[in-house]
């Protein structure tokens, strides 16, 4: 498979790209790539008109940062021109998926993604592996990702570690 990443002019800005390996994974136009069940990826596109809404959108948030403003702002600069590839990570094995990804194609997806977790002991999921995980984002942040945090919150009664059918689709009553 013959492919090119960061293919489109803003795509150095957008990626803030600080070293040649550390490149993200975007494709001009509007085809998605596909690495089996490795990679999600973002469409910015017409399509996704909800994200940018319109040329110079603002943030929702009032107070929002100036990198945040920044990331905005670069996303609607390629609305409609290019994809942005993503992988989320597993909390306990930390950037093994993304690191995968790399494997896979020499490049290293644009959007890194990451879970608090629920569960106990040495699984996926486990939230023994937050201390490390926020490094690790930390880390990615640093190399110019962009960071797609998740939490899946247990139910009000019940305290961490939880296991996710359990709890995080458990069944809440008064």
Known sequence: MNVNFCDFEGAPKLCNFQAAQNTCAIRAGKRILRWGVLALVVSIGTDCAALAQAPGAQPVNPDATPAARTLLRDLDSISGHATIGGQHNYLI?????SDRVYDLTGKFPGI???DFGYGDGWNRSSTLGRAAMVQEVIRQYRAGAVIALMWHEVRPVDDEPVTFQDSVQGRLTD
């Open 93 to 97: 094995t930390l950037s093994q998926s």
């Open 112 to 114: 890194f993604g990451q």
